[in-house]
């Protein structure tokens, strides 16, 4: 039976970003991803947004790694040219109902250390984003945009410099506790494979509760089940209608139908949130929805024509009527199982917490008595 020290379950950008981190110290690492290429899933369907931080209650893991993410993330692109932008973000309010919340968002970007923010009048907006028509707004700097992909493609190439070995088409579907660690088994490459591991980290996105399952937890009495919340995406034609980020106070359990401009300046609407029961790709939303979400704040987009983009789904923790759900990253020594270490439920600011997220599993893995 092969025998690893720390087998990473997922490479999409989180579990690539772990690998780096730790094959730095650690000899031994062995990252598992089932799909035939790295990045396929959640990690190349999302918004490509580098958040600040104000989103997320004060001393949440997603309010902190977030906070400490952005920063790392912008001297992570700077010194390995991944395409970004440090564009800034206007979160815009229409009456005093949403003047009081973007005050509230503003109390929380405070709290969580979040540098730079602005309440800002309809004047000093109009200034900055002619076309955009509203009474206040929150002014967050350091809200930037990337390229999701070549952060991962960047994670990818420095695990497998540090000497990760990475084993693609490859799915995990077995794991028992053992004495000295963890006996894995699935299927790679359409045949059979066992293999032993001290550590277990897992980092499979949309089916970590599945995953979270395999060594016996029982997910749902641990609050581990997930929803999956889908995000369409349209995409605005001709000049783009603005050139920064222009978000709407939240609603529900997304953050509001957004403008995000990409690398190329192009604008992209979206993601709505709403929950499914499977997992799939495919945009089922009408433009026309969107338009009138966009129209509020917007109202010149009625000229513009919109088609449709992507999709994305969201490995929620929060259901339908629950409340705030914080990203789940433990080490299971409590459940009886030492070394395995979970990550569930890691939805936005997933991308931009990925440096902050690696080092954390990393002190994780070094605290670990097996
Ligand atoms: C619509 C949407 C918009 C978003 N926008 C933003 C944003 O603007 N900014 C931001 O910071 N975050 C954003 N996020 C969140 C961010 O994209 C995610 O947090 C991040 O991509 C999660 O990466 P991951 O590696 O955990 O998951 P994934 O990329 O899904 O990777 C998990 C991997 O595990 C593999 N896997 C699963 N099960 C197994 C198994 N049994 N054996 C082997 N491999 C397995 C899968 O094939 C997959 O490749 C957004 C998310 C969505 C859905």
């Known amino acids: 039976m092969e025998r690893a020290n720390i087998v990473i379950i997922g490479a999409g950008v989180v579990g690539l970003a772990i690998a780096a981190k730790l094959s730095e110290k650690n000899e031994g690492v062995l990252l598992l991803e089932k799909n035939r290429r790295v990045g396929q899933e959640i990690s190349s369907h ?3 947004v580098i958040h ?25 692109c700077s010194e390995n040219n991944i395409s970004h932008k440090m564009l800034g973000k206007l979160t815009v309010a229409i009456g005093e109902d949403e003047i009081r919340e973007i005050e509230s968002l503003k109390k929380q970007g ?13 004047g000093e907006v109009g200034r900055m984003e002619p076309l955009v028509k509203v009474d206040q707004a929150l002014y967050t700097p350091t809200t930037g945009i990337i390229e999701p992909d070549e952060l991962t493609n960047y994670y990818y190439r420095r695990a497998s410099t540090n000497g990760t070995s990475i084993s693609l088409a490859t799915e995990v579907t077995e794991i028992k506790r053992v004495n000295y660690g963890y006996e894995l088994s699935g299927t790679s490459g359409g ?26 937890l029982d997910v749902d009495s641990l609050g581990y089940r997930l929803h999956y919340c889908k995000g369409d995406y349209f995409r605005v034609s001709g000049p783009p209608p603005v050139r920064r980020l222009i978000y709407p106070v939240p609603r529900g359990v997304g953050l509001g139908v957004h403008l995000t ?21 495919t945009n089922s939303s009408k433009s026309e929805e969107f338009r009138n979400d966009v129209k509020r704040y917007l109202p010149a987009i009625v000229k513009y024509q919109i088609s449709e983009d992507s999709a994305g789904v969201r490995p929620k923790l929060q259901g339908p009527s629950d409340s705030f759900r914080d ?19 890691i939805d936005s600011p997933g991308l931009t917490a990925t440096p902050a997220i690696a080092e954390y599993v990393s002190e994780l893995c070094s605290r670990s008595v097996i």
């Open 46 to 48: 999302n918004s490509g």
């Open 52 to 76: 600040s931080g104000i989103h997320y209650p004060k001393n949440s893991l997603k309010a902190r790694l977030c906070v400490t993410g952005n920063r790392m993330m912008y001297k992570i």
């Open 110 to 122: 405070d709290e969580n250390g979040v540098e730079g923010m602005k309440i800002m009048d309809g």
């Open 191 to 216: 045949s059979q494979f066992d293999l032993s591991a001290r550590i277990v980290i897992n980092s499979a996105g949309l089916y970590s509760d599945k995953v979270a399952a395999l060594p016996g």
């Open 261 to 281: 401009p990409d690398l190329s300046g192009s604008i992209k609407i979206g993601p709505n949130a709403y929950y499914v029961e499977s997992i799939e790709y």
């Open 327 to 345: 990203f789940v990253i433990r080490e299971e020594a409590d459940h009886g199982l030492p070394g395995f270490i979970n990550l569930i439920g």
